[in-house]
């Protein structure tokens, strides 16, 4: 399961997201995000789901990354789902058992919400994450948050922490799987048992990470002070972000799909 976790990674690609301009996808991810959210009707839902398939097309993606990306997360949609397939009232009642009943629009409406949940995670990452190195994620959004500093905020230590937040997910996980194999092989039993069981296995885990995750950022903070890092000021790029008639063209058009999704909210094509 944790193999599967791919939150965070970049993978490099000379598709048309990739070439796009990072300050532009954070903004176009703001915009399909709100679009998302916002979705209320099937014709909407139906938008969204052709937009967010559109995105991982565009970004030459593997679908078996993507759907991968999602699988962890597979409890929290039937989660969601079950919640309001038995929670969500109507007029039209299917089945009914004593104190539980599902009714017609319920089932529709949980539907809805996982395809939601699914389309907010597939397409943020494909995004950015999947298709945004780390230092072109930091600079970009050093960028659009450059006005904060008139305010006295430091722009460049807060972008360089939240990349270096998901940069190091992989890192974390990757040596998650490595200190579990470790005590399974010395008859740690991790799978059995009931929750509170289950919970108690977890500490000779969560113990050693901690330790390995506090020992990697004093070695990267130390790292950092033998290469004179001192923040923001004074420091030049090698290389400088400019935006292109192709980017502009990119951030219209998704503007545009998104907009129409609001204008389809209201619209049924399907019966409810």
Known sequence: MLKDITLG???PGNSLLHKTDPRIKIILLLVYLVAVIAADSSASFAAVFVLT??????????????LKNMKPLLFIFVFTGIINLFFTGGEHLIFGWKFIKIYREGVVFAVFMVLRLACLVSGSFVLL????????MTDAIERLLSPLKFFKIHVHEFAMMMTIALRFIPTLIEETGKIMSAQKARGADLDSGGLLKRAKALIPILIPLFVSAFR????????MECRCYRGGEGRTRMKQMKSCFRDYAVLLVMT???VAIFFLNGIEILPI
């Open 53 to 66: 398939v559109s995105l991982i097309v565009l970004s030459k993606i593997p679908v078996r990354t993507v």
């Open 216 to 223: 990697r950022a004093d070695e990267l903070a130390e790292a």
């Open 256 to 258: 545009g799909i998104c």
């Open 9 to 11: 990674q970049f993978f």
């Open 129 to 136: 994450t999947y298709t945004t190195s780390p230092l072109d």
